[in-house]
């Protein structure tokens, strides 16, 4: 994480009487159609160009949020263990003690043929040996994307702890009955919101979502094991796992592990 300085810089001052000295009515004109031609907008861009009361209030509020004003755990990369999901699964257990809320929710990004990059958060459902866990609907936009471009990159933030990981690495999608266990090991809500189905798609209206909804509800509590034949469990086989411990005086540590053939290694980034 880097701050923002928010400094203000404000263009050089020009002596009095510099400008009435050197400008004519030409010099005006042609003043004035500059400023004019810097402050045209494309007709059909109706962005805000910054230049609003609300915009500068915006951006005075992110100037003025402060970071890690509470004291921060050390981190001994000389302790690190030689493979990176120890220290994992460690520091997101030591984020659920300080009371880091839902500390297994996570950023996946995705990628669709293209090239063009997608972002979500989801859960974590597990972390092994053989890599880190998610799940969804194969035609979700992640699915979909993960069907034709099988890597994903991951994103773990603990701001109590002023702690980051990030995963990156490929995507394989598990079979059919490994998916329906995670499924059935999940909450009656998880089992509901997947028996509605049909994520990423177009909805018509939040009262047609209602109606989907009670009906999956009800047969959630129904049939506990209701197949959902598109729900998929999905597992990150990492090559690269970094992880960051902020410090208040911006001498961040980052140890990031690379899978290289026979192991892991080990290296530190600068900040």
Not at 127 to 132: T, V
Not at 196 to 213: C, H, P
């Amino acid at each position: 994480m880097t701050d923002q300085a928010g400094q203000q810089h404000t263009p050089d001052a020009v002596p009095a009487g510099a400008a009435a000295h050197h400008s004519d009515a030409g010099d005006t004109a042609e003043a004035a159609e500059t400023t004019e031609t810097a402050n045209v907008v494309d007709a059909g861009d109706t962005r805000d160009t910054g230049d609003t009361a609300e915009a500068r209030a915006f951006r005075d509020l992110l100037r003025g949020l402060r970071v890690w004003d509470v004291e921060l755990p050390a981190f001994d990369v000389a302790t690190a263990p030689d493979a990176p999901l120890p220290l994992f699964r460690q520091w997101l257990r030591e984020a659920a003690e300080a009371g880091v809320p839902e500390p297994h929710t996570m950023t996946l990004a995705t990628a669709d043929a293209a090239g063009d990059p997608s972002v979500r958060t989801l859960m974590l459902h597990d972390a092994d040996e053989r890599g880190w866990h998610f799940a969804s609907h194969r035609g979700s936009r992640k699915g979909r994307e993960l069907a034709v471009r099988p890597r994903a990159a991951l994103g773990f933030y603990w701001a109590a702890v002023g702690r980051q990981v990030r995963v990156r690495g490929s995507v394989t999608a598990a079979g059919p009955e490994e998916s329906a266990a995670d499924l059935h090991h999940r909450s009656t809500g998880a089992l509901a919101a997947a028996l509605v189905g049909r994520q990423s798609e177009l909805l018509g209206s939040t009262a047609e979502l209602a109606r989907a909804s009670e009906a999956a509800w009800e047969r959630a509590r129904r049939e506990p094991a209701a197949p959902v034949p598109s729900w998929t469990l999905y597992v990150l086989r990492a090559e690269e796992v970094e992880f960051f411990q902020g410090d208040a005086q911006r001498r961040h540590v980052r140890l990031n592990y690379r899978y290289e053939g026979d192991g892991w290694r080990k290296e530190l980034l600068w900040p």
